[in-house]
């Protein structure tokens, strides 16, 4: 079994700089893809960011040039650092890694639990 654990959500000020974490766990050969996807009351879920375990990444546009998404393939770790964040920004903010649990070569996506952002003064 596969473990994925959001942290570093909470209230946030406009303008803040929060860094969310998220660590996948378990019985895992290898992570491809990690990636961080947020859901606001009343809307559908919405990519923010993923990187691939090369480390490319691709953003939405909403966070582009606010968003930094990074990752340690050793500690099968991905980071979100958010910068200038608005109240727009406010969701739950969800982690998913795509792992390979056998080592033939494929895969299945695992979600995290989520991490609530509150951007307000």
């Known amino acids: 079994q596969v473990q994925v654990v959001e942290s570093g959500g909470g209230l946030v000020q406009p303008g803040g700089s929060p860094r969310l974490s998220c660590a996948a766990s378990?019985?895992?050969?290898?992570?491809?893809?990690m990636g961080w996807y947020r859901q606001a009351p009343g809307k559908q879920r919405e990519l923010v960011a993923v990187i691939t375990s090369s480390g490319s990444t691709n953003y939405a546009d909403s966070v582009k040039g606010r968003a930094a998404i990074s990752r340690d393939n050793a500690r099968n770790t991905v980071y979100l650092q958010m910068n200038s964040l608005k109240p727009e920004d406010t969701a739950v903010y969800y982690c998913?890694?795509?792992?390979?649990?056998?080592?033939?070569?494929?895969?299945?996506?695992?979600w995290g639990q989520g991490t609530q952002v509150t951007v307000s003064s």
């Open positions: 378990g019985s895992i050969f290898r992570i491809y893809s």
């Open positions: 998913n890694a795509d792992v390979d649990v056998t080592g033939w070569g494929t895969a299945r996506v695992y």
